[in-house]
């Protein structure tokens, strides 16, 4: 009924405008996370997708599994949702828009199931459904039953065609949607958030999204922004990154807890985006056939440990083809090593600045007198760029058995330093 009958019959009635863009933004978004089920996905707007998932059945082990994984999957999403299906996508509409959740497998079934269902279910003009009303007509039945040119007469030849594709005597062919190739979804809050840890429970909804786009996509990514949009359209960006590609929830819900807990927002929160980049084939990825079962276990402790204190703050150390220990690393991507390919036996642990050692007797002592071994490993290098060092180095121990690594200048006063520590 018009509004302002509706106003006169309830004061206190509240009127809520229906943004057309932001319902097909959501559907298009639901669309994208279904792909995890079906490759093949139409949208019928404005509040419905059509599924074609016979495919599926063996990959999800059945159709009650699919249909489970299909309602839990859309209730953590927060929608209500109805699930029909049948041999043709009208028939199949027709049932959930009359909340009949049936599982239609033969056409020839169509006609008796449908004849309960009263004209609403047809997606038809109001003019046309009030004009079978006033011929009498108040469910399926009774319109199938009509003869089909007094119908095609009456109602025109388009609901003629339309009653025929739902019964499956002609093709109706569908536009499939095409998922975008890179992720973005934008979400309004109802109200502007002021706690940072609050938005999490918002964001679980698009990243449940993204991960069902990923699936969908058989693919993963290794990095994706949350955008925070303030007033006057100020912006935060949260870029959270991962040691390799991943589509796991959970995994991008605890990184993204991580960050949200040292975040200290300095406006209010009204709306938020997540975006993603290209999907990559995860089953492009190359992998040990006897990987370590804790690898996940310590990219997962990478991952956590740079969400919560910064990208930088957390390097790998690689070493370089060079002589001279102080410029024989540098640092690096986590778990991304470049091995020397000189053997030799060198300690992890070097000063930063070399310590100058006490001498007695022309022996060098640290904590006790130290004992050379027979071998030495002599470094005369640096000459081009000004730092050159002549240097004999050699693996020493003292009185309690630790293990150092010390030197002694080839030149000048020949003095002795500690270098590393062996472990």
């Known amino acids: 009924m018009p509004v302002a009958a509706a106003r006169a019959l309830a004061h206190d009635l509240v009127v809520h405008v229906v943004d057309r863009k932001a319902v097909q933004e959501a559907l298009c978004g639901l669309a994208d996370w279904a792909f995890q089920f079906s490759s093949w996905i139409s949208l019928y707007p404005p509040y419905a997708l059509l599924l074609e998932v016979q495919g599926s059945f063996t990959l999800f082990g059945g159709q009650a599994a699919l249909l489970k994984n299909l309602r839990t999957g859309l209730a953590a999403l927060g929608y209500k949702t109805r699930l029909a299906g049948a041999p043709t996508p009208l028939a199949a509409f027709s049932l959930?828009?009359?909340?009949?959740?049936?599982?239609?497998?033969?056409?020839?079934?169509?006609?008796?199931?449908?004849?309960?269902?009263?004209?609403?279910?047809?997606?038809?003009e109001q003019t046309l459904l009030d004009r079978l009303d006033g011929m009498g007509v108040r469910r399926l039945g009774d319109a199938l039953r009509l003869p089909r040119d007094g119908l095609a007469r009456r109602l025109g030849q388009q609901s003629l065609l339309y009653l025929d594709r739902m019964l499956g005597r002609c093709p109706h062919p569908q536009d499939l949607y095409q998922s975008a190739p890179e992720f973005r979804r934008h979400l309004q809050l109802v109200s502007e958030v002021e706690q940072a840890q609050a938005l999490l429970f918002v964001l679980q909804r698009l990243?449940?999204?993204l991960c069902g786009w990923l699936q969908g996509q058989g693919g993963g990514v290794q990095s994706f922004t949350v955008r925070l949009l303030h007033r006057e359209r100020r912006h935060t960006d949260l870029c959270i990154g991962m040691h390799r590609e991943s589509r796991d929830a959970g995994q991008f819900t605890t990184l993204l807890r991580e960050r949200l807990e040292r975040l200290d927002l300095q406006q209010p929160v009204s709306e938020i985006e997540l975006?993603?980049?290209q999907a990559v084939k995860l089953d492009a990825r190359s992998l040990d056939l006897f990987e370590k079962a804790d690898a996940q276990e310590q990219i997962d402790l990478l991952d956590r440990l740079r969400a919560r204190l910064g990208d930088k703050a957390v390097q790998g150390l690689s070493a370089i083809a060079e002589h001279r220990p102080e410029y024989a690393w540098s640092y690096s991507e986590p778990g991304v090593s470049r091995k020397d390919s000189r053997d030799q036996h060198r300690p992890l642990w070097l000063l930063s600045v070399p310590r100058q050692l006490e001498t007695r007797g022309g022996c060098p002592h640290w904590h006790g007198r130290l004992k050379l071994q027979a071998s030495r490993e002599r470094i005369e290098s640096g000459w081009w760029d000004g730092r050159d060092i002549a240097r004999d180095y050699f693996i020493a121990t003292n009185p309690s058995g630790s293990c150092y690594w010390i030197y002694r200048e080839l030149a000048?006063?020949?003095?002795?330093?500690?270098?590393?520590?062996?472990?």
Do not use: N, T
Not at 100 to 107: D, G, L, R, Y
Not at 108 to 119: D, G, K, S, T
Not at 412 to 423: K, T
């Open 96 to 124: 959930a828009r009359c909340g009949s959740e049936q599982m239609i497998e033969a056409q020839h079934q169509l006609a008796a199931v449908l004849a309960p269902l009263p004209i609403s279910a047809l997606d038809w």
């Open 275 to 277: 975006c993603a980049g």
């Open 412 to 423: 000048g006063e020949r003095r002795w330093y500690l270098q590393g520590v062996f472990e």
């Open 207 to 209: 990243i449940l999204e």
